[in-house]
Nanobody, 126 residues
Framework: QVQLVESGGGLVQAGASLRLSCVASGQLFNPYTVGWFRQVPGKDREEVGIISWSADNTRYTDSVEGRFTISRDNAKNAVYLQMNSLKHEDTAVYYC???????????????????WGQGTQVTVST
């Protein structure tokens, strides 16, 4: 299993940008597909987006499409979530998750990821 640590969360105003980082340790990151998820208390964990291990397949949930971008730097064992034009409804705890050699399909969910970070809080004020 790879160990994951997220960082970059914080309190921002609506319309601002944040970049979250997910850094892996324990193993090389390049064989791992990485997902970003978020959760609000009392609600189910929601997929934000996924980047495949080869970085040739990236997808986003509809509510963040065009505003959020996932990228990876395997040399730094890191995956990033660039969040632009933040909205109040983006407020959540954001988690990164990883699974070795996972090829994401339309049925892939958070249950397919075995390694999780501790989460980082993102709060967007109105």
């Amino acid at each position: 299993q790879v160990q994951l640590v997220e960082s970059g969360g914080g309190l921002v105003q609506a319309g601002a940008s944040l970049r979250l980082s997910c850094v892996a340790s324990g193993q090389l990151f390049n064989p791992y597909t990485v997902g970003w998820f978020r959760q609000v208390p009392g609600k189910d964990r929601e997929e934000v987006g996924i980047i495949s291990w080869s970085a040739d397949n990236t997808r986003y949930t509809d509510s963040v499409e065009g505003r959020f971008t996932i990228s990876r730097d395997n040399a730094k064992n890191a995956v990033y979530l660039q969040m632009n034009s933040l909205k109040h409804e983006d407020t959540a705890v954001y988690y990164c998750a990883a699974e070795r050699c996972l090829s994401p399909t339309w049925t892939t969910t958070h249950l397919d990821f075995g390694s999780w970070g501790q989460g980082t809080q993102v709060t967007v004020s109105t």
